[in-house]
């Protein structure tokens, strides 16, 4: 039966131990171990063809050193025994019980990994020759703590000789970085030697039975190949240094002390350390295989970082670079303080963790970054982690001791070094190539530099010739230095002309007139000025401004003079508008009372009508009441100006309309005039009072008739237009949108300017006395303007004029059925009516009309008296009629306070203007019952009767 330690078979449960490889011992005690399974196990597959895994299990069997001992591992000639306590003694191990308990080598080099366990070995050596035999054995591995060898005495007792990193070095007869045994064997006989191994790190002891000349040999071969490692790293990290001092980057130092972390721990852990410096400090000689390493982990985290340039490729690597090596840092007192096992397994297994993000991130950078210097880095970092691998799974005993996985770690770490040199020459080459190219870019830059300064000088002068404006730029006395092209345009002067003469005076001779110029002085102050100035029949602005120097005193100053023509005519059109809108205003309000006493006059001259029994009174009443019509269109034409009269709009055909109307025009300019009719196809509607539409051609004809010389000819035009932006026209802006054109052009006499710009002004007429009122065109503007519209006017002395009204097009669903109402005579049957009038006049007729017919009428003079009295009234009331305009609360208000208290009672208003003050509140006039004044006894009772029933 192969022999199989008892440390191997405790706690592994359904793990069957039943065919062991050589040499894998489980870590039971360890707590990474899952972990490193995984991980190593994979780098176990990976590697296992190239390991020389010789398994060559024999017998052991006594060796025969009659010809010699050579130079060879003994390993199978072994027997062993495990000593788990690590308690027995040399003279119980040479009992038969426990002699019996040993068992055969499986191994030509036995490796245990770790364990707390010592070893017992017995190796039996025959001389058969007539010479004694002398051979060297060495323990070809340095890093155990005792071997002690064992040679029996004819006494029955040993003598004993313990080598290792825990005994003093002084004590080893040959002074080796290895331990070394002399063994003499004498002639025609066998002799049996006892060794006990133990240590705190990984027990492996290949045996090496070697003559002293062959020792020699290997070691000299040894020291050579040692040498030139360690010259190679050490010149490497010379150079480094010396890079660092030369060009202060910390790459090269962090470089170094990962050269030099590496090449201790590569000399601890081949005894190097140990035989030359630390063989008087034994415990140190222990940690030196673990120390350095976790400082190469420290050097090589700084190096990574410096040479991937993690600080410029995102916050995100940046930070996992300083976690990892604060990470590491804290190992520090691990691997110093802990035990050498446990520090050893968390170095390893650290050391395998650090290796995924520093790959990862050096992969990132030459991958994603286009970094080719990482290439080699990378390269480097694959070739120390397949050495370093062999070689922790060598120490951890889960692969036999070779050739191959004895040095792994050498080589991989000389492969690090050299292609880490490769990556940090690739690293200079790129710096000179982004050396020269800053350099040419540099040069490129300052040729760049002067092309963009002249580029920059030309775009300036360009962008200073590109403003609109007049602007020149003045010195302190007011001498022109410079000038745009606008100002050279409007000066009539070239650059030579200007330069260095008095602004003023080039003014005064461009204008020819004094009254052009700024006042005296302008150009010689240095303040800031701003005015008006009218120069060649146009008005600007010109304003003056100080130009300052670095210390804020005045060198010069800049005139600037702009066109302000059009917002000059802009403010007179505002002028116009407001004119015209407090007039409408005032008209309105003329109209508004002048429609309250019309409805008195009106209404009392039909009761004299009624009344008179002679026939002169009742032709006079009768002229009264003509009058009082004649006085009501009058007023009429003042609400359409001020866009106040109560209007009932409908959809109507435009070409409808005219054609309908197209007769009586013919017969209102006469038979000595032409009318011409260019009507387009019915593709649209308008939503508008006819009659304002045929007021509004009648109007435009007769103002065109009037102008007309004798054979002269009116046309009338319509069209549908879009505009796509704002149009602005005579009266006002017009919105975007679909318009009707409705065109009325004659080839008349035409007007002036002055004229044109007065003619929609209610009472203004260029005709003479008892021709006109002056009121027709303002009817014009005001239904035009009441229905979003606008006018144009295009007109000059001698060439007729041309005047366009654009009314808005109507979409059919906005249109709202208003039809004029039925008016008849009724008689009212005791019905309670609330009249809230606050002109008592009014009032009386109202009652007067409304008695007479039959109603039960009670009276109000404000909108607060009618809630009082509709409070105390026990008897509810039928209709409330009520004036809109009132002081204090409006009609309006108290119809909506009587629908909520009173929901039985019938509303109805009036007003002399109604559609503003309604559309104010948000109510379409054709929404509610609505008596225009002034009215009728008819209009009156015919209202109320609609609200019966």
């Excluded at 010149?235 to 170094?256: H, I, P």
């Excluded at 690597?317 to 802990?338: E, S």
């Amino acid at each position: 039966m192969a022999f199989v330690p008892a440390s191997l078979t405790k706690g592994l449960g359904a793990w069957p131990p039943t065919t062991p490889v050589l040499g894998f011992v489980p870590m039971r005690d360890w707590v990474f171990d899952p972990l490193t399974r995984g991980l190593c196990g994979f780098l176990l597959v990976a590697t296992v063809a190239l390991l020389p895994f010789h398994l060559n299990a024999q017998n052991a069997q006594a060796l025969d050193v009659t010809d010699g001992c050579g130079s060879q591992f003994v390993g199978g000639h072994l027997l062993l025994l495990e000593d788990e306590q690590g308690s027995l003694t040399i003279e119980e191990v040479t009992r038969p019980a426990l002699l019996s308990r040993f068992e055969p080598s499986e191994s030509d080099k036995p490796n245990f990994g770790f364990t707390d366990s010592a070893y017992w070995a017995r190796l039996e050596l025959v001389n058969r020759g007539p010479d004694p035999v002398k051979c060297l054995l060495e323990l070809d591995y340095p890093s155990i703590d005792t071997v002690a060898l064992y040679v029996p005495q004819p006494s029955g007792d040993f003598d004993v000789l313990k080598l290792g990193d825990q005994e003093p070095f002084e004590d080893r007869i040959v002074k080796s970085r290895n331990p070394i045994f002399e063994l003499i064997v004498q002639p025609q006989s066998a002799q049996t030697y006892t060794l006990r191994f133990s240590t705190e790190g990984s027990l492996q002891f290949p045996l090496l039975l070697q003559d002293v000349f062959k020792y020699f040999r290997n070691t000299h071969e040894q020291q050579i190949f040692w040498g030139i490692l360690t010259g190679l790293m050490l010149v490497m990290a010379l150079y480094n240094l010396f890079l660092f001092f030369s060009v202060r980057d910390r790459t090269y130092l962090a470089y170094t002390g990962l050269v030099v972390s590496y090449a201790s721990f590569l000399l601890s852990m081949e005894g190097v350390l140990y035989e030359y410096l630390l063989h008087d400090l034994p415990r140190l000689a222990t940690r030196s295989s673990t120390v350095p390493v976790v400082f190469a982990g420290l050097f090589g985290t700084v190096f990574t970082a410096h040479f991937l340039k993690i600080r410029s490729q995102g916050v995100a690597l940046h930070r996992m670079f300083k976690g990892i090596f604060y990470f590491i840092l804290c190992l520090v007192p691990i691997a110093m303080f802990a035990p050498y096992q446990s520090s050893a397994k968390v170095v390893v297994v650290s050391t395998i963790i650090w290796f995924i993000p520093i790959t990862s991130s050096t992969i990132y950078v030459w991958k994603a970054r286009g970094y080719t210097p990482a290439r080699f880095f990378l390269f480097g970092l694959f070739a120390f982690l397949v050495g370093s691998t062999i070689y922790g799974l060598r120490i951890l005993g889960l692969v036999p001791n070779s050739f191959f996985t004895t040095h792994s770690i050498h080589l991989g770490s000389a492969a690090m070094v050299m292609l880490f040199s490769f990556a940090l020459a690739d690293r200079i080459k790129l710096l000179k190539e982004d050396k020269n190219e800053a350099l040419s870019a540099r040069v490129l830059e300052h040729k760049w530099a002067e092309a963009a300064q002249k580029e920059a000088a030309q775009a300036w002068q360009s962008t200073f010739d590109a403003i609109g404006s007049f602007v020149c730029l003045l010195d302190r006395q007011g001498l022109v230095l410079r000038a745009n092209q606008a100002a050279l345009d409007l000066l009539e002067r070239t650059d030579k002309d200007i330069l260095h003469k008095p602004l003023s005076a080039l003014l005064k001779e461009a204008s020819g007139s004094v009254s052009s110029t700024p006042p005296p002085g302008f150009d010689s102050g240095l303040e800031r000025v701003e005015s008006f100035i009218e120069f060649k029949n146009k008005w600007y602005s010109f304003r003056r401004d100080p130009i300052c120097g670095a210390d804020d005193t005045v060198i010069g100053s800049v005139y600037v003079m702009a066109d302000v023509t059009a917002q000059k005519e802009l403010e007179e059109q505002l002028f116009q508008a407001q004119k015209m809108d407090a007039i409408g205003r005032l008209a309105g309000g003329v109209a508004h009372d002048f429609n309250n006493l019309l409805s008195v006059i009106l209404s009392y001259g039909e009761f004299l009508v009624e009344s008179a029994t002679d026939a002169d009174a009742k032709a006079d009443a009768q002229e009264i009441v003509k009058a009082g019509n004649r006085a009501a269109a009058l007023t009429a034409q003042l609400l359409a100006f001020s866009r106040k009269q109560v209007v009932r709009p409908a959809l109507l055909h435009p070409s409808d309309v005219i054609s309908d109307l197209s007769k009586m025009l013919s017969r209102l300019i006469g038979e000595n005039y032409k009318l011409s009719l260019e009507l387009t196809p019915k593709f649209g509607r308008i939503f508008f009072p006819k009659v304002q539409l045929e007021q509004i051609l009648v109007n435009l004809v007769v103002n065109a008739r009037d102008a007309l010389p004798a054979n002269g000819e009116v046309a009338i035009q319509t069209d549908w237009v879009t505009l796509e932006t704002p149009r602005q026209t005579t009266t006002g802006e017009l919105p975007r949108g679909r318009y009707l054109s409705l065109c009325v052009r004659d080839s008349g006499k035409g007007m002036d300017a002055a004229t044109a710009a007065r003619i929609f002004e209610p009472f203004f007429t260029t005709k003479g006395p008892g021709k006109g009122t002056g009121l027709g065109l303002a009817m014009v503007y005001g239904c035009t303007h009441q229905a979003g519209g606008a006018i144009d006017v295009l007109s000059a002395k001698g060439k007729g004029t041309r005047m366009t009204v654009y009314l808005p097009s109507a979409d059919e669903s906005a249109a709202v059925s208003s039809q004029p109402p039925v008016w008849a005579k009724t008689q009212g049957s005791g019905q309670r009516v609330l009249v809230v009038e606050d002109e008592a006049p009014v009032a009386a007729v109202i009652r007067k009309i409304l008695s007479a017919a039959g109603y039960h009428v009670l009276e109000a003079s404000s909108a607060e008296a009618a809630l009082e009295l509709l409070d105390r009234e026990a008897q509810p009331m039928d209709y409330l009629l009520t004036d809109i305009v009132m002081s204090g609360m409006t009609g309006l208000e108290l119809g909506a306070k009587v629908a909520t208290l009173f929901p039985t009672m019938k509303v109805v208003y009036m007003s002399g203007y109604g559609f503003e003050a309604l559309s104010q509140h948000g109510i379409d006039p054709a929404s509610i019952h609505l008596l225009a004044k002034p009215f009728t006894r008819e209009e009156l009772l015919g209202t109320l009767m609609g609200q019966r029933g």
